[in-house]
T-cell receptor, first 113, second 110 residues
Framework: EADIYQTPRYLVIGTGKKITLECSQT?????MYWYQQDPGMELHLIHY???????EKGDLSSESTVSRIRTEHFPLTLESARPSHTSQYLC????????????FGPGTRLTVT | QKEVEQNSGPLSVPEGAIASLNCTYS??????FFWYRQYSGKSPELIMF????GDKEDGRFTAQLNKASQYVSLLIRDSQPSDSATYLC??????????FGTGTSLTVIP
């Protein structure tokens, strides 16, 4: 079944640690996105990619980095986690053509202590 | 001015009533419009999309688009308590940039 996966679903980690949030999709989509969302607040686009070796920063300034070496895989890395990074991180994907609707993964809830 | 504007609510309707959610957008070149539902603590789920003026119906949901007024709405008929969630309007604008509204919180009262 075509889907979009995120791991881990929950992560509690100490300040200064390096972390990588994984996102994979089996939907055959070219475009992938990372959003950050605090509880009850709006979505903020932090990174996006239109295909392999293509990555762009989004609207929200972020200390994270992303890579796109394979079409189906779009990991997000924080080199040194801080309490201000505590949030929910949502990965999404969409086709290159068509109505461009985005489909979301289940999210990773990150807490930095 | 934000690209997509929604009334944050909260909007409360009794069970069985029609819930009406509204959204305006600023980019006249926008071509595709989307409604997502997001339960607390969960990720957004696509309900439906529309790209032609008029109405599009899917079960209890109807999306309405008026490009001249730059206005999109979502009607939920026979509202159920399980419809209680935040509804996000999203627009694919010029250059295929995707913009989300801040969402409208809906509560359906049993």
């Amino acid at each position: 079944e075509a889907d979009i996966y995120q791991t881990p679903r929950y992560l509690v980690i100490g300040t200064g640690k390096k972390i990588t949030l994984e996102c994979s999709q089996t939907m055959g989509h070219d475009k992938m996105y990372w959003y950050q969302q605090d509880p009850g607040m709006e979505l903020h686009l932090i990174h996006y990619s239109y295909g392999v070796n293509s990555t762009e920063k989004g609207d929200l300034s972020s200390e994270s980095t992303v890579s796109r070496i394979r079409t189906e895989h779009f990991p997000l890395t924080l080199e040194s986690a801080r309490p201000s990074h505590t949030s929910q991180y949502l990965c999404a994907s969409s086709e290159r053509q068509g109505a461009y609707e985005q489909y979301f993964g289940p999210g990773t809830r990150l807490t930095v202590t | 001015q934000k690209e997509v504007e929604q009334n944050s609510g909260p909007l409360s309707v009794p069970e069985g009533a029609i819930a009406s959610l509204n959204c305006t957008y600023s980019d006249r070149g926008s071509q595709s419009f989307f409604w997502y539902r997001q339960y607390s603590g969960k990720s957004p789920e696509l309900i439906m999309f529309i790209y032609s003026n008029g109405d599009k119906e899917d079960g209890r949901f109807t999306a309405q688009l008026n490009k001249a007024s730059q206005y999109v709405s979502l009607l939920i008929r026979d509202s159920q308590p399980s419809d209680s969630a935040t509804y996000l309007c999203a627009v694919c604008g010029t250059g295929n940039q995707f913009y989300f509204g801040t969402g409208t919180s809906l509560t359906v009262i049993p």
